[in-house]
């Protein structure tokens, strides 16, 4: 998209985005180069990001759909006076909550995303046989601010920083409606960023003046690199790159890659999922894996003396 003439007011955690062809686009598409591994691993390598526009069946989507449906519908944050795959927000949803999801048995979407075309995608972009954390995110967007931008590196850095995340919306998500937005050349600001990129959002300090650990959790830090998109944008450079987001459409992108997501201008709750890649020769962060992953919590965290 070369012109801003149609685009709507967009923001991204508050701030209003600035939506000049100088600051704004799109998405580049690979889906021409899906096929060639050596142009994959280029593309990743100077892109950031791999974006595919209808690689999953849209059939697939929408049966992963239904089961977060009626999730949401357990916990009763929507309106069901509307089409109830539409997810429109319940009124008395408060603005910003994160509805949790995917605790109900999904086989569509654990076929989707770990076996059959999928891994032989992900393993002709690293390389090499590869294996996934065995955790899954699942996200429910609701009207209000997005995610702030950040790099996922922080949250799963702990051995090897090849780790890729492919993320995958659960139906159609128009601008306004809070989709996956992307730094262009933010993976080459590792000179910038080297502080940022070298933190563990699960490492928390204790103080020699005999701090408690009590306090030290109260000094948690959730792994955001800014705020403010529009002043990480002037620091850093590049545009903000989206998509208007269709049922089977995947974004893969690196740890290093700064991202967010714009806020959520609907009245409709947005559903994500986002899982993590990495070759199978490397090893992996222990909160990510097994039957039971630890993720972010007490099990996961690390002290040092600051």
Same mark, same amino acid.
């Given at each position: ?90 009124? @008395? ?6 509805? %949790?999801?995917?605790? +109900?048995?999904?086989?569509? $979407?654990? =076929?989707?995303?770990? #076996? ?59 601008? @306004? ?6 730094? %262009?050349?933010?993976? +080459?600001?590792?000179?910038? $960023?080297? =502080?940022?990129?070298? #933190? ?107």
């Amino acid at each position: 998209m070369k012109k801003n003439i149609h685009l709507p007011k967009l923001y991204a955690a508050g701030y209003e985005l600035d939506t000049s062809p100088e600051c704004f686009g799109m998405l580049r598409s690979s889906n021409e180069i899906i096929s060639n591994s050596q142009a994959l691993q280029t593309r990743i390598k100077d892109d950031g990001y791999i974006f595919l526009s209808a690689f999953f069946d849209c059939e697939q989507i929408l049966t992963t759909r239904k089961v977060f449906i009626e999730e949401l519908l357990y916990q009763n944050i929507i309106d069901t006076t509307f089409p109830l795959l539409q997810a429109k927000a319940h009124p @008395e949803v408060p603005i910003n909550s994160r509805p %949790e999801i995917g605790t +109900r048995s999904n086989p569509t $979407l654990d =076929s989707m995303i770990h #076996s059959g075309s999928m891994i032989q995608l992900l393993k002709n972009i690293l390389g090499g046989p590869i294996q996934y954390f065995e955790y899954t995110w699942y996200r429910a967007i609701p009207p209000g601010k997005g995610t702030r931008p950040h790099c996922d590196i922080v949250y799963m850095g702990r051995t090897t920083k090849n780790i890729l995340t492919a993320w995958v919306p659960i139906g159609n998500i128009p601008l @306004e409606g809070s989709g996956l937005m992307i730094l %262009e050349d933010s993976h +080459r600001k590792g000179n910038i $960023l080297k =502080s940022y990129l070298e #933190s563990d959002v699960d490492e928390y300090c204790i103080d020699n003046d005999n701090t408690s650990l009590n306090e030290s959790l109260h000094r948690q830090w959730d792994g955001a690199l800014s705020n403010n998109p529009v002043i990480l944008q002037k620091k850093l450079g590049g545009r903000w790159l989206t998509s208007e987001f269709n049922a089977g459409d995947l974004v893969i992108f690196s740890s290093q890659t700064v991202h967010g997501s714009l806020d959520n201008l609907s009245d409709f709750i947005r559903l994500s999922v986002d899982c993590r890649y990495q070759l199978a020769s490397e090893q992996i962060d222990e909160r990510w894996i097994g039957k039971f992953p630890i993720g972010r919590g007490l099990l996961g965290k690390k002290w040092k003396i600051c």
